[in-house]
């Protein structure tokens, strides 16, 4: 079966590493995942339908892709600046703010979702300048938003920085020498090519902003119907060993996941390019 | 050796402000509000708040899972990372996409999943009680929890650096007449040490750090199934604020150790693949 | 009066990429920039671009200082090494790049542009490409798509950055040829920068010759070939045997062998090299007057037409190289460790440790020469 699959090589170890990679990949991931929907087959349609559109799951439904995709349009915008300032200038400290970007990835999620509590609610760093003005963030939908941003911001900027980089800055140099302005050569000739990248890192920001739950739960306070997240309401659901209903939302949640994931591939084979991001 | 033309100076000023302002305001201030929160009351308190005989469990808990889940994940990683980059075969684009499924993954239905295969009323459950097993609420669940998050850290580290190494070096040793392990342990290896480390130390960060499908796993036994967030979550609640950070900021230096190793590691590979171009 | 460079000097940190760099080109001229890497070559024409600014001096298009003048507002046409194509547009795309950019009122009708495009791309033969993309062309086709881009905006000045570098041998052959035709039907003020000497000389009206920043020597191919102004200039342009030996009363002694040196009487006792081209050398089966130094043959080398071979002199033990008709060799019948004897046709002499004032003094030895245009038939490293 290995030697088939794979073209003669000098290189060994195919079989057995190959071999490995599947039986793991099938015990650790495959088998647990597609107990998602053997369990969710339990349920009658209706009994399903019943649960996944409760008025309650819908709110949450709204408030976890609301506030997700805000987010990641957020870390669209920022995260291209931060990868452009990144690539094209210099400036003292730049490698200490490279290295900061990948923080959300490092730092466990509940730490962040505390801090940013901390920060942000009424008498916090940010926060008490922000509730002057009637912005409260802590405990509303814009609390869930920031937390959001947070956790998703690296990946815009992790899948835009190599395309940046590998942008010869001459084609720059050519629009300039043909009369363009900085601005129609960025919208012209620099964005084009970005546009795969920038769509990759909305759509990874994206899903991984609605499974996120560590750290939404501290800023968002958990009102139903207000600002309760989906993956919430699944733990919710756990905890009162209402296994069926919190699997045929999770059901709903792996299902726009997967979509997503297959979009993200897509875009991957479009632009010609993984990318590779922890 | 001739530089690109620098846009007039007053637009590059206001395009790394606003980047440095954002940075600053989403990352810089709430790491540092850790540390403030957490030495609020002092230094005493904060040692008093970590050398808690619940606190010290919960960091013996997630120093033991973070050590099995990582130890399994890298050996995986770098057999996968193998299998990927040094053969050519088909559906190779099907395979690196179910290895980066967890990603895609909510921590929660990740917990949920193994709920619904040992728990209770679980597929295995009452063959596991019959058998008088525990592997919800108790220290296997978190493992096999922890192992699917952090499931592709390493490999995913290891691919784009094995990918850009090549194989020459491999057939080279090959050709030499060293054995498979040998041309492994002597020519991949010193190749990829860098990346590895970082594929390692990354999976252990969020290993140590997860804190949703833990949570679902756990039970939340105090002094027993708790690990390091989850901790943090119920002293959080309990409104033991500063102890809450105290621990926390425990969890915030290992980050902060994991970004310096992060770049350090960048920068070492970086150097080795330019070496590795300017010998070709 | 077409581009003036004045005093020109640029930096990249502590490196001196242009030196006080002073330069004309006259209107309709294809001038060569030629240098090895590093030489400075690149920056200069990049800063008559106007995508580097100049750290001191300044640069006059038509008589006007354009040496703030932004790149967008100096109307040059630039090629790029690496053609810096847009993948994301078509050849069409492409090429109108600079006629749709334009402020709208001076931008031309969608008619106009379509127009425009396609009479470039006859110009530069490729029509019926318009359709397709960059990374569908082979490099010669990008070559020319990027010249046809350039050209799309009317520019006063072409410049062309190793128009030819990324190109294999045959391709840059037939370019070469159909640029300069290019150059005399459009007569556009040409300026290229390149590190191949035969390429240089053959394209270009004028050369200019650069090291470390600097210009070592101006002027057309001939004058550049011929009369070298420096050790630099004649190593750079064509393959060179260095004679090591000593001034001594007029003469250059060379081991057990003395040559006069006509117009070197200020210079005594001092080292000094004689720089011979291959081709000046002839050979001999016979000693005589002329031909007194022996040497035997260590290798043959034919190329072509001529046959290169390779010499160890009995006295000194140093190489040299000469270059014989394939005709001579056969009259000859050369075989390895033969004995043959050489005469120096024409040396130049240039003294050692001293080589920008040196003496450059022509040593006509034997008859002269029997080469025409020699430049053609040098072979490129």
């Known amino acids: 079966m290995a030697k088939r699959l794979a ?60 506030a997700s995709f805000v987010a990641s349009v957020i870390n669209a915008v920022f995260g291209t600046l931060i990868a452009w300032v990144l690539v094209r200038y210099d400036f003292i400290g730049k490698r200490l703010v490279d290295g900061i970007v990948d923080l959300p990835f490092a730092l466990p999620t509940a730490v962040a979702g505390i801090a940013l509590t901390s920060v942000y609610s009424d008498n916090g760093w940010i926060g008490k300048f922000l509730a002057p003005l009637g912005i409260k963030v802590a405990f509303t939908p ?17 899948t835009i920085q190599p395309v940046l980089q590998d942008l010869d800055h001459q084609l720059e140099e050519a629009a300039f020498s043909l009369g363009a302005s900085r601005l129609q050569t960025f919208v012209r000739v620099l964005f084009p090519p970005l ?23 501290f800023i968002s306070g958990n009102m139903p119907m207000v600002t309760e997240v989906t993956p919430l ?21 792996l299902i726009a996941s997967f979509i997503l994931l297959f979009i993200i591939n897509c875009l991957q084979w479009v632009s010609g390019r993984r990318y590779f991001i922890g | 050796m001739p530089k690109p033309v620098q846009p007039a100076a007053l637009v590059r000023f206001l395009l790394i402000f606003a980047a440095l302002i954002f940075l600053f305001l989403f990352l810089i201030v709430p790491l540092f509000a850790v540390f403030s929160e957490a030495l609020k009351k002092g230094i005493l308190v904060y040692i008093e708040s970590v ?3 619940d606190a010290l469990s919960a960091i013996r808990l997630t120093l033991l899972v973070a050590a099995i889940s990582v130890s399994l994940n890298t050996i995986f990683g770098i057999a996968t990372a193998w299998a990927i980059t040094k053969f050519e075969f088909r559906g190779k684009n099907l395979l690196i996409t179910l290895i980066d499924l967890p990603f895609a993954v909510s921590p929660v239905i990740s917990g949920l999943i193994f709920v619904l295969l040992f728990g209770a009323q679980g597929i295995l459950g009452p ?54 392990l040998q041309t492994f342990l002597r020519v991949t290896l010193p190749n990829i040490k860098w990346g590895l480390l970082y594929g390692v130390i990354l999976c252990n960060a969020r290993a140590m750090g997860e804190f949703g499908a833990v949570s679902v796993v756990s039970g939340h036994i105090r002094g027993m199934t708790n690990t390091i967030p989850l901790h943090v979550e119920i002293l959080y609640n309990e409104y033991n604020f500063v102890a809450a950070f105290a621990v926390a900021s425990i969890l915030a230096v290992l980050a902060i150790i994991t970004l310096i190793i992060k770049s350090l590691s960048e920068w070492k590979t970086k150097r080795l693949l330019e070496a590795a171009e300017e010998e070709q | 009066m077409g581009i003036e460079v004045r005093n020109v000097s640029k930096a990249f940190g502590s490196f001196q990429a242009v030196q006080n760099v002073s330069l004309k080109i006259p209107t309709g001229q294809l001038m060569a920039l030629l240098g090895p890497s590093g030489s400075g070559k690149t920056t200069l024409l990049r800063l008559i671009a106007g995508m580097e600014r100049a750290d001191q001096g300044q640069i006059f298009f038509h008589g006007e200082d354009y040496t703030n003048r932004r790149v967008q507002e100096r109307k040059v046409g630039f090629v790029f090494q690496h053609y810096a194509l847009f993948q994301h547009m078509n050849i069409f795309e492409n090429i109108a790049f600079g006629l749709k950019v334009r402020p709208r009122k001076k931008r031309p009708s969608k008619q106009e542009i379509y127009e425009r495009v396609t009479e470039l791309l006859r110009l530069v033969q490729l029509e019926g490409l318009a359709k397709r993309y960059p990374a569908q062309l082979s490099g010669g086709q990008r070559q020319r798509v990027a010249l046809a881009r350039a050209l799309a905006v009317e520019p006063k000045v072409l410049l062309l950055d190793e128009p030819f570098g990324a190109l294999d041998a045959k391709v840059r052959q037939d370019l070469r040829r159909w640029l300069r035709q290019l150059h005399e039907k459009l007569q556009i003020t040409t300026v290229f920068v390149t590190h191949d000497q035969e390429e240089a000389l053959e394209m270009a009206d004028q050369v200019v010759i650069m090291n470390r920043g600097r210009i070592e020597q101006v002027g057309t191919p001939e004058e550049v070939y011929r009369s070298p102004a420096n050790a630099f200039v004649y190593t750079f342009l064509g393959r060179v045997n260095l004679f090591h030996g000593r001034i001594h009363q007029g003469k250059i002694k060379l081991g057990e062998h003395e040559l006069d040196v006509p117009g070197i009487s200020h210079a005594d006792e001092v080292p000094a090299v004689g720089y011979v081209r291959p081709h000046e050398i002839g050979i001999s089966r016979e000693q005589s007057e002329k031909t007194s130094i022996s040497a035997i043959v260590r290798h043959i080398n034919p ?21 014989v008709s394939d005709e001579r060799y056969r009259e000859l019948d050369i075989q390895v460790d033969d004995t043959l004897y050489v005469n120096l046709k024409s040396m130049k002499i240039f003294l050692e440790n001293s080589k920008t004032e040196a003496v450059a003094e022509e040593s006509d030895l034997g008859e002269a020469a029997d080469s025409g245009p020699v430049w053609d038939e040098q072979v490129a490293e």
């Open chain 1, 7 to 66: 073209k003669k090589s000098i290189i060994p170890g195919f079989g057995l590493t190959m071999g490995y990679t599947l039986v793991y990949l099938s015990l650790i991931v495959l088998i647990p995942l597609s107990l998602i929907f053997y369990k969710t087959a339990s349920l009658s349609w209706k009994e399903y339908w019943d649960v996944v559109t409760d008025p309650r799951v819908i709110a949450s439904y709204r408030l976890t892709f609301g």
């Open chain 2, 51 to 53: 050398e808690d005989a």
């Open chain 1, 142 to 158: 814009l609390g869930v938003i920031v937390a959001l941003t947070f956790i998703g911001f690296p990946f815009v900027v992790r």
């Open chain 1, 195 to 217: 546009l795969p990248a920038l769509l990759t890192g909305f759509a990874l920001a994206f899903a991984r902003a609605l499974g996120e739950y560590g750290s939404v739960i």
């Open chain 3, 303 to 323: 190329v072509g037409p001529i046959v290169r071979l390779n010499l160890k002199r009995t006295d000194t033990g140093e190489l040299f190289e000469v270059e």
């Open chain 2, 127 to 180: 063959w596991l009680e019959a058998h008088d097993i525990k592997i919800i609420f108790a220290v296997p669940g978190m493992v096999l929890a922890t192992v699917f998050v952090t499931f592709p850290f390493v490999v995913r580290e290891l691919i784009p650096v094995m990918l850009a190494q090549g194989k020459q070096e491999e057939e080279t040793a090959l050709s030499l007449g060293a054995g498979g």
């Open chain 1, 233 to 253: 309401l699944i733990v919710t659901k756990l905890e009162q060993y209402d296994y069926a209903g919190a699997t045929a939302i999770a059901s709903v949640v």
